[in-house]
């Protein structure tokens, strides 16, 4: 029942559901709708307020980019490129291929979002090649499950790891709260084991029979890109031998290395979104061949980001909105004045995704965000670990029917985002009945 659904779902989704760019410009009019209604700012305001905020997520863009890019440079690396094409031999069947995929998502997800993303666009053509009768819609829903299941419960958690950095601007008031207190917490792991058991279940469930099942077109298989690294020429130069010299990159993977030693060993397991990029980068350079391979992938990534680049002014808009109005207080304000000690977790985690689904940006949301919520917490004695967890949770909890962080996905499978809606929109309902019930019950445990 629950396959037969999902195959309708998509079919109204494909349909109805208009691209991601026009989605990201309806949330711009409907955020204007909610700050006249809800605090009640003048039209005036609120295009300037959108104007002014256009570009104050600039900063914040160029690490998700590189986020994105570092990881379509790991994926693509020849070695992590031939594990994948063996990793996918692993699927005997349709129903095996999605859980394959949802397995290697979420996992992927919890160490570096970046990878999971990029890299499940690229294990998609190897799991399509190896089992092409797998429904290709839910093929790819099941490659974007990390994103809305474990990335934010992981080691490339946005507020975690801010939280976790000594110096960040809520430390007057919190201190600096270890990851072992929120990512490595009893509650976060134990919730992460029975969401990705939950979700590789589903994806089995929903793969619709063969007579209903929507495999890849051969023509659209045959467009699927993959990375080959540039062979150095016949006739070798003095400059493309260094451009294709092992030594080379060698070198430059052994000094960031030496940095990430010292990083460690001074600040200990203090990760940020900084030096998680700066890890995968290096670990690019070291996997690809030479610094032509490395180039090579870097501009042939580059296209997965127009999506991003075009989508985050429109979505840093929004954010100036929220915030210029007082909209993001207000609301906040709201929620901790009905909540208490018991409910303030669940509530929390229904309030960051709403906010997320507006702005899906879950570092600077927690800068807007942080200061009210954390009051509230304190005056409600609720533990500021139980809010960051509640925060990290919902922000990935719409992830899954937001369309913004599927776009580097979506280009490499070659596919609308309408096309999976029906397959996410169920998985959305299943998902959030159980974190909900888990964040219900967080105070007791």
């Known amino acids: 029942m629950l396959a037969t659904l999902a195959v309708r779902l998509s079919e109204v989704t ?14 711009t009019f409907f955020t204007f709708a909610l700050a006249i209604g809800l605090a009640g700012a003048p039209p005036s305001r609120i295009v300037i307020e959108w104007g002014n905020g256009f570009w104050t997520l600039v900063p914040f863009a160029m690490q998700m980019a590189l986020v994105v890019l570092s990881g379509y440079l790991v994926s693509t690396a020849p070695v992590v490129d031939r594990a994948f094409g063996r990793l996918a031999g692993l699927a005997r069947s349709p129903r095996g291929a999605v859980v394959l995929m949802a397995l290697v998502s979420m996992g992927l997800a919890w160490v570096h979002w970046g990878l999971s993303l990029v890299g499940c ?13 797998v429904d290709y819609r839910l093929l790819v829903c099941a490659a974007y499950l990390g994103m809305g299941a474990t990335w934010h419960a992981g080691l490339s958690a946005s507020a975690p790891l801010l939280v976790a950095t000594p110096g960040h601007f809520l430390e007057p008031t919190i201190g600096v709260i270890p990851v072992s207190a929120t990512v490595f917490s009893a509650f976060n792991l134990g919730l992460t084991v029975v969401v990705v058991s939950l979700l590789v279940l589903l994806a089995a469930v929903l793969h619709p029979p063969a007579g209903e099942a929507r495999p890849i077109d051969p023509a659209l298989l045959d467009r699927l890109e993959r990375f080959e690294p540039p062979a150095p020429p016949d006739t070798p130069s003095f400059a493309s031998r260094i ?19 010292w990083y460690f060993a001074t600040k200990g397991f203090a990760l940020t979104l900084d030096v998680l990029n700066f890890a995968f980068l290096m670990l690019a350079v070291l996997l690809h061949p030479s610094a032509a391979s490395l180039l090579a992938a870097s501009e042939r990534g ?5 999506g991003v680049v075009l989508q985050f002014p429109f979505y840093a808009g929004m954010y100036g909105v929220i915030q210029g109005t007082d909209l993001a207080r207000l609301v906040g304000e709201a929620i901790a004045a009905i909540a208490t000690p018991e409910t303030l977790p669940v509530w929390l985690y229904w309030y960051s995704g709403l906010v997320n689904y507006f702005v899906p940006s879950g570092g600077s949301k927690w800068a807007i965000e942080a200061p009210y919520l954390v009051d509230a917490a304190m005056r409600l004695g609720v533990p500021t670990p139980q809010v960051v967890l509640a ?6 909890a719409t992830d899954i029917i937001q369309p913004f962080w599927a776009l580097p996905l979506l280009a490499a499978a070659r596919i609308d ?3 999976i809606m029906g397959y996410a929109a169920i998985v ?9 019930c888990a964040f219900w019950l967080m105070p007791s445990l």
Not at 14 to 27: D, E, G, N, Q, T
Not at 302 to 306: K, P, R, V
Not at 428 to 436: D, E, G, I, K
Request: hydrophobic share 60%; aromatic share 14%; glycine share 8%.
């Open 121 to 133: 666009a690229m294990f998609v053509r190897h799991v399509v090649r190896a089992e092409p009768r």
């Open 302 to 306: 580059a296209g997965l980001l127009a």
């Open 243 to 261: 451009d294709h010299s092992r030594a080379l990159t060698l070198a430059i993977a052994a000094c960031g290395a030496g940095w990430l030693g």
């Open 428 to 436: 959305f309902l299943v998902y959030n009945v159980v974190v909900s």
């Open 391 to 396: 925060y990290a949770w919902g922000d990935m």
């Open 14 to 27: 494909a349909r109805f559901v208009p691209s991601a760019f026009a989605i990201a410009l309806i949330l």
């Open 417 to 419: 985002f309408r096309d």
